[in-house]
């Protein structure tokens, strides 16, 4: 799926919920040829703000061997190392510091950008500048690990889009054990991470963009089963992508990243079947548990970048569509597009087949 690069990049500031912060670094299809271009030159815009602002600092504790005690004494130490002897003692000292965690995390992804193959050479160089100037940042090797031990707060949270950032670079720049150079795995064509994102998308997005509905993702059980409490348990808790309330309509989306919208590659052309059902299931559950006097609503939503699909049924009184997401076009179209969805079904449904419904 051919997606724009500068379509990627909104998608992944909705994703992240950090559309200000990739607003503020200027992205373009034209100075962005491929995927390592753009996270290089997001990495060296964001850099380059925080250097203006000021690299974030913390408290570290080290340990140290003194004759001038400052700090936490430490006795037990002091005693069981003999320091006494040297006339030292030990102490535990803190110190603020630019070397913590966040900052080892970015100056590790500028090194290993920059040796990613086919890298815009400009950008190269500006990758490998901002990691000279970071030189009192301790080198480290990244692990998975450590973006989970990141701590960020208040006063620290604009550190969170460069995290992500550096995150989706660790997981999709591959190294060559023979070379030791660099190349990036285009995630556009992994299906697992596109899912996720595409649906971390949608839901902020509409977070974001309109104020008519309360947005979330809903976790609710089996309504009217009869079971025992043993049995029960073997159900599978039921979770939608995007929910969407207001004081008089429930809407559930289901976003879908698959390639292939229709089912049926030999025959007739059906909708997903699986899909179908997994959303008139949620439905029929949300509207016992919810009693509300109007038909829970609900959307199949699929990205595409080549043919258009919107369609529209009523079934056991639930209004529901079927629709795509065209994201190989301007990112004005994907916003009116999106918010356009909204549009009570019962309003789209010819007015002949509402009343034979």
Known sequence: ????????????????????????????????????????????????????????????????????????????ATLKYGLLLKNQVRCSVDTLTHDVLHNQIIRATLRNLSRCEGLDRSLRNQLLQLHHTLHEISEIELRLTLFSQVRLHRNNGHYQFLMHICRLVFDNLLIDEKTGRYHFQDFLRDDRQMAVLFEQFIRNFYRQEQSSFRVGSKSFPWQEVEASDGDIRFLPLMKTDVSLTSFDREVTIEAKYYSELFQGRFGPEKVRSAHLYQLFTYLRNLQVGTNRP????????????????????????????????????????????????????????????????
């Open 1 to 76: 799926m051919k997606i724009p690069i500068q379509n990627i990049y909104f998608l992944l500031a909705y994703a992240w919920n950090s559309l200000q912060e990739a607003r503020s670094i200027a992205v373009s299809q034209e100075a962005c040829r491929t995927l390592p271009d753009l996270f290089a030159r997001v990495l060296v815009g964001g850099v380059n703000q925080l250097l203006r602002r000021g690299l974030d600092r913390d408290y570290l504790t080290e340990e140290v061997n003194t004759t001038c005690p400052r700090g936490k004494f430490d006795l037990a």
């Open 294 to 357: 109007a038909a829970v609503e609900g959307i199949l939503l699929y990205p595409t970048v080549d043919r258009p699909v919107d369609l529209t049924y009523r079934i056991h009184g639930h209004p529901l569509r079927v629709a795509t997401l065209n994201l190989n076009t301007d990112w004005q179209q994907i916003h009116l597009r999106l918010l356009s969805l909204l549009n009570s079904v019962s309003n789209i449904l010819p007015e002949t087949f509402s009343e034979n419904s």
